[in-house]
């Protein structure tokens, strides 16, 4: 039986408009087979969505082979199109129209008639758990809502083989993990193929074959298990015995260490993987105990033989944060904020203090960006009392975003301007001129190290340097706060830590930071943390107490991510069992 993908010796450039050559694909080589769930993993830039618009008959290699189905992609890609199913990152959802009548649509453009509807729409609202809001506006779903209304309207018409792209990014741990149950279970119940790419690492581990890409390179491929197997004896979990050190400043000193490929804070501990299959000899103070690796700790030993030496990830502020260290800066008190009959956030309440890093999860819909919003004075609070850095929301919002610096989700900044350009429109918005202007930008630029992509349109950067310039324009005018909005989502495992060890610096230098992440390995570097669901608080505390709240079936500690979703389904389970609630919840 003819494999559904064979990619042969596969070179793709493109060229920027600055005339560099980019290659985005460099001798590529995979297969997948009939029946298998084929993962795509590595950092943005890695060549995974060109692999899959490749495959999808998009675009064209410039050499090599690209047979899908059995059929050459660059020669009949309409052919390919009419067997497969493709779900983009950025899916065409017709957000002012309905789950149903988005469903409609796509079965419109496949010519899917009545009766074939009839027998797919009960399948896929079951599957997806959607039937209850086939009347609802899809944009009005949650995000992992609208993964699934993607991945329904893709399987309208019961493809050979699906393509996904990065569907889980954005999606908080819940979502991800009922996403991938509806994907599992297509291979297994379906004659279906799945490619699917991913930067969350923890999920190549569900599949039945990996391929590990970077800069357009294979590094690895095969079974899962056999990339994880090359940390074997090189996977340690490391522990101060001053108390008073934190997981945070010990990973930050540990992932700087020589000879130590990674480090990541995980249940209180530092989950590290050293080059050489040995603990460390040179650590005073600190115990290492083994620890059983996993596929992150094999792709990592990857990835750092590719990318060689780590950046610097300290910031020097020119200047600390002013006020008396841990002095309330942040002051929330019954929170409430209503769009209509449709409350967003329901009463509330927290405080954060001068160099904290506070961290606010939930799931999608949780009522996590609209309190974002609220504390930026983006948007006024329908009631309750919100202080921000000594200034009462409801009456001086202005005078509070003087000293806040934000970071979003996507990226912010203006593509077509350079580094230098994007760094001068921000400082002149916050109002910096003359000398003070030049002295900020070129701090920014030294600190961040991106006086060599000065001139360079900002749209044009990879993606951890993108992250660099929104950080350096947020702390242009040195905020007293600053917000960052799933500011690490779709980079890779080393491009997140070097961004963390920017963050605990600024944290040291008595900046206060208040994040919202679905990484939920990376709500361990913060000091407190508050869960979210339906616009209400459920748990909030220092991550250990959080931690505290799940228990693991095998006896094992539990991970943050397992208190995350022990806590949400609990309170979503005590809110079905109460049936006379009538109050409505959810976020924007």
């Given at each position: ?81 009419e ?72 399987l ?45 690492l ?11 890409l ?60 050293t ?28 990835f ?16 600390r ?16 904020r ?73 990226f ?19 109002g ?49 706060i ?7 989502s ?99």
């Amino acid at each position: 039986m003819t494999d559904p993908v064979a990619i042969r010796n596969v070179h793709k450039t493109f060229r920027r408009a600055t005339g560099e050559t980019v290659h985005a694909l460099d001798g590529v080589s995979f297969t997948a087979r009939q029946n298998t769930l084929t993962a795509l993993v590595g950092p943005d830039g890695a060549g995974k969505t060109t692999l899959l618009r490749l495959l999808a008959g998009l675009m064209a290699a410039d050499t090599g082979v690209v047979e899908v189905l059995g059929i050459d992609a660059a020669v009949e890609p309409q052919a390919v199109q009419e067997q497969i199913g493709y779900m983009p990152q950025k899916f065409g959802l017709y957000e002012d129209l309905t789950v149903q009548q988005n469903l409609d649509l796509y079965a419109d453009l496949h010519g899917i008639g009545e009766t074939e509807r009839r027998e797919i729409y009960p399948r896929l609202m079951a599957m997806t758990a959607l039937g209850r809001f086939t009347g609802r506006l899809a944009g009005k779903l949650s995000g992992g809502m609208k993964q699934k209304l993607g991945l329904a309207c893709t399987l309208v018409r019961s493809p050979r083989l699906l393509l996904l792209d990065e569907p889980t990014v954005g999606v908080d741990p819940l979502s991800r993990r009922e996403l991938w149950e509806i994907v599992r279970r297509l291979v297994q119940e379906s004659d279906l193929s799945v490619v699917v790419s991913t930067s969350y690492l923890d999920e190549a581990e569900f599949c039945d074959h990996a391929v590990a890409l970077h800069q357009g390179k294979v590094l690895a491929q095969g079974a899962p298990h056999e990339i994880t197997a090359r940390a074997a004896g090189r996977v340690f979990m490391a522990q101060a015995a001053d108390p008073a050190i934190t997981a945070r400043a010990l990973q930050a000193r540990l992932f700087r260490h020589p000879g130590m490929v990674d480090a990541a804070p995980e249940a209180g501990k530092v989950r590290i993987v050293t080059a050489q299959p040995e603990a460390p000899g040179d650590l005073d103070g600190i115990t290492c105990q083994p620890a059983p690796p996993r596929f992150e700790d094999g792709f990592m030993l990857l990835f750092r033989a590719a990318v060689g030496d780590i950046q610097s990830s300290h910031i020097e502020l020119q200047r600390r944060a002013a006020g008396e260290a841990g002095a309330v800066v942040v002051e929330v008190d019954d929170l409430l904020r209503t769009f209509g009959d449709f409350t967003a956030v329901d009463h509330v309440s927290f405080q954060v203090r001068r160099g904290e890093i506070y961290g606010l999860l939930g799931p999608n819909g949780a009522g996590k960006s609209t309190t974002f919003r609220l504390l930026c004075g983006l948007i006024p609070a329908t009631g309750g009392r919100l202080r921000v850095a000594g200034a009462d929301l409801g009456k001086s919002r202005a005078a509070a975003r003087a000293k806040l610096g934000y970071v979003a989700q996507k990226f912010s900044l203006y593509g077509d301007l350079s580094v230098d350009d994007n760094l001068a429109f921000f400082a002149s918005a916050y109002g910096l001129r003359g000398e003070r202007k030049r002295q900020r930008i070129a701090w920014a630029k030294a600190q961040f190290e991106l006086e060599a992509m000065a001139a360079l349109p900002s749209g044009q950067l990879p993606g951890g340097y993108q992250r660099r310039l929104a950080m350096a324009a947020a702390l242009l005018h040195e905020p007293e706060i600053l917000f960052l909005d799933e500011a690490t989502s779709g980079a890779d495992p080393l491009a997140r830590r070097e961004f963390w060890g920017r963050i605990t610096a600024l944290a040291e230098q008595g900046v206060t930071v208040i994040v919202t992440t679905h990484f939920m390995e990376e709500a361990e570097y913060c000091d407190r943390i508050i869960i979210m669901d339906g616009g209400a608080a459920l748990a909030e505390g220092p991550p250990a107490a959080i931690r505290a709240k799940a228990k693991r079936p095998d006896g094992r500690a539990p991970t943050m991510e397992d208190a995350f979703i022990a806590i949400v389904e609990a309170a979503r389970q005590e809110q079905q069992n109460q049936p006379n609630q009538t109050n409505q919840r959810g976020a924007a």
